[in-house]
C-alpha cells in the first residue's frame, strides 16, 4: 500500500530538489549587480504613473458571480445531455433505441435545477445586479 | 595554474550554455518588427539557434533585440529596459535605423542605439532579411563563446581581470534628467 505512493513521492521530491537546485545555482553562479533601475517597477520603460494596488468598482464582482453562476449551469447542462435518452427510457436501450416506455425523469429532473437557478436569475434581476449602470 | 585551467575549463561551458540559450527581448519600434516576426516564425525558426523564447520583461531577458528606429522620445525607455536586464546581457541593432539611424536625420531621431547603450552586434538592412538575422546571431554566439559581448567584459573587468580599456564604450549620450534614477515620475513614488 505504502509502496503506491512511492513513485509520487520521488516525483515530488525530484521536481522540488530541481527547482531549488536551479534557484541555488542562480544565486550563486549568477553575476549579481543590484541596481536603482533593477528594482524600479518595469513599465515598458517608462515612469510609474500609479500604484497595481487600485479599487474596482463592485459592479466587476457582481458580473463575476453572475459568470459563475450561468457557467456552472452550462457545466452541469452537458453531463445531462450527454445521458439525456438513457434518462428518458424507463426500460435498456438498445443501439440507441427505447424498447419500452418514455420516462420524464430526466426532463424533471433539469427543470428542478433550471428552475432554481431561474429563480436566482429573477432576484438579481429584481435587485438590479444585471444592469450596468 | 590548475585553477587557471578549471577556471577557462568553467568559462567555456557556461558560455557554451550561455549562447544556446538566449532570452531576447524584442525591442520592437518598426516596420523592421515584420523581418522579425518572419526570423522567428517556423520558416526561419530562430529557435533552432536557441533564441527561442521572446520575453516581454527585461528580468528574464538576456538579449536585447532592437529592432526599429529608435528617436529621443524613446531614448530614455531603451536605456531604462537595457538597465533592468540581469548581467551578462547582449545587444543587437536590427536593421539600420537601430544601428546608425538609417535614411532619417533629422532632430528625431537617435542616430543608433549605440548611443544610448552598447550594441553587441549590427544587422544591416533596411529592412534586413531574416538569414542575415541568422548570421548576425550565430555571429554573436560566437562572441559570446569567446566571453566578448561588452556586459561580459565588464563583468570581467569588475572581477580584477585585465582587459583593454577601449573594449569599454562609455555611455557618449546625456539623456533627459527624467530617463536618470531615481526617476522623477510617479506620484505613488513621493513620500506619503
Known amino acids: 500500500m505504502t509502496s503506491d505512493y512511492v513513485p509520487a513521492a520521488l516525483t515530488i521530491l525530484i521536481s522540488v530538489g530541481f527547482a531549488l537546485l536551479l534557484s541555488a545555482a542562480a544565486k550563486y553562479l549568477g553575476p549579481g549587480r543590484p541596481s536603482k533601475a533593477k528594482d524600479y517597477p518595469y513599465e515598458c520603460g517608462s515612469d510609474v504613473i500609479g500604484s497595481p494596488r487600485t479599487r474596482f468598482e463592485i459592479k466587476f464582482y457582481q458580473v463575476a458571480i453572475l459568470f459563475l453562476v450561468f457557467d456552472i449551469e452550462t457545466a452541469f447542462l452537458y453531463p445531462w445531455a450527454l445521458k439525456y435518452r438513457e434518462l428518458s427510457c424507463t426500460g435498456a436501450l438498445v443501439d440507441g433505441v427505447c424498447t419500452s416506455g418514455v420516462s420524464f425523469f430526466g426532463l424533471s429532473e433539469i427543470l428542478v435545477f433550471m428552475s432554481i437557478l431561474i429563480v436566482a436569475l429573477a432576484y438579481v434581476w429584481r435587485k438590479r445586479a444585471v444592469g450596468w449602470e | ?192
Request: charged fraction near 20%; aromatic fraction near 10%; glycine fraction near 8%.
Open chain 2, 1 to 192: 595554474m590548475g585553477l587557471e585551467i578549471y577556471n577557462s575549463t568553467v568559462q567555456a561551458a557556461v558560455n557554451w550554455a550561455r549562447k544556446f540559450s538566449l532570452f531576447q527581448y524584442p525591442f520592437v519600434t518598426a516596420c523592421c518588427g515584420m523581418e522579425f516576426m518572419s526570423t522567428a516564425a517556423p520558416k526561419y525558426d530562430l529557435a533552432r539557434f536557441g533564441a527561442e523564447f521572446p520575453r516581454f520583461s527585461p528580468r528574464q531577458a538576456d538579449l536585447l533585440i532592437i529592432v526599429g528606429t529608435i528617436t529621443e522620445r524613446q531614448a530614455p525607455a531603451l536605456r531604462r529596459v537595457y538597465d533592468q536586464m540581469c548581467e551578462p546581457k547582449w545587444v543587437v541593432a536590427f536593421g539600420v535605423c537601430a544601428s546608425t539611424g538609417g535614411f532619417y536625420q533629422n532632430y528625431s531621431t537617435v542616430p543608433g542605439a549605440d548611443q544610448i547603450i552598447p550594441v553587441d552586434v549590427y544587422i544591416p538592412g533596411c529592412p534586413p532579411r531574416p538569414e542575415q538575422v541568422l548570421d548576425g546571431l550565430i555571429l554573436l554566439q560566437e562572441r559570446i563563446q569567446r566571453g566578448e559581448g561588452h556586459s561580459q567584459i565588464v563583468l570581467k573587468a569588475e572581477a580584477g581581470h585585465d582587459v583593454p580599456v577601449a573594449a569599454i564604450r562609455p555611455r557618449n549620450r546625456a539623456l533627459p534628467a527624467s530617463a536618470n534614477f531615481p526617476s522623477t515620475g510617479g506620484p505613488d513614488r513621493t513620500e506619503k
